[in-house]
């Protein structure tokens, strides 16, 4: 069964420095997200993109993110400049059309020092 | 906004016994509801979906019924195994509102042989 992959499954980073987490969604899929799960707290909405643009975002994705497809396979989540409080597990998910379900990746752990 | 909302604090039971899992939803408009599943270790697999009111969404013995009178998804297996310890999150989205799934807090299940 096709699988969304996540790279790498753990980051250690400095504060301060750039981050660049990876993911290969199902190849048939359109839509695409982003979320993380700080330790012991629930999954949180980070971004939805759709046709080659953002299509959703919520309060935590500010200027520091950005999202990316630069190829057909590829979508990325970068963090310009990592804060302690960005440590968390951070999932891609992707979906096909209509009503179908998002499908999540292993996720990657971001440890910011 | 859209919201889930689930029981508190882990469920510890024997093997063979009946599971149980609460899940209200607040929602404005008409909501898919879904189950999640994390295995320790590992990231969110879909466990179940219901895609409108009396709909039940089952697998791997778990079953969930979207009910819209009480906006309610619980959760329920009729004889639980020791490989059903995860956490499990119930989620919905609101395909024709905005994009995002939301999630429950979770609920840490442990069996116990």
């Known amino acids: 069964e096709p699988e969304v992959t996540q790279t790498p499954s753990h980051q250690v980073t400095q504060m301060g420095q750039e981050v660049i987490l990876r993911c290969v969604p199902i190849?048939?899929?359109?839509?695409f997200y982003w979320y993380r799960q700080i330790l012991g707290q629930k999954v949180e909405f980070l971004v939805s993109f759709y046709n080659n643009e953002i299509s959703e975002k919520s309060e935590i994705f500010d200027d520091q993110f950005s999202v990316e497809r630069p190829d057909g396979s590829n979508f990325t989540l970068k963090i310009r400049s990592t804060k302690l409080e960005d440590s968390a597990m951070y999932f891609c998910?992707?979906?096909?059309?209509?009503?179908?379900?998002?499908?999540f990746g292993d996720g990657t752990r971001l440890s910011i020092l | 906004g859209d919201s889930v909302t689930q029981m508190e604090g882990p469920v510890t039971l024997s093997e063979e016994a009946f599971l149980t899992i609460n899940c209200t939803y607040t929602a404005t408009g008409y909501p898919s509801l879904f189950w999640y599943v994390q295995y320790p270790g590992e990231g969110l697999q879909l466990l179940l979906k219901a895609t409108k009111a009396d709909d039940k969404g089952s697998n791997k013995g778990f079953e969930a019924t979207y009910r819209k009178e009480t906006t309610s998804f619980h959760l329920e297996k009729g004889s639980v195994q020791v490989s059903d310890s995860a956490v499990y999150f119930c989620?919905?989205?609101?395909?024709?509102?905005?994009?995002?799934?939301?999630f429950g807090k979770g609920n840490q299940v442990v069996v116990i042989p």
């Open positions: 190849s048939n899929h359109l839509y």
């Open positions: 989620a919905l989205v609101d395909y024709y509102g905005n994009n995002r799934l939301a």
């Open positions: 998910a992707s979906r096909g059309q209509g009503d179908q379900p998002q499908h």
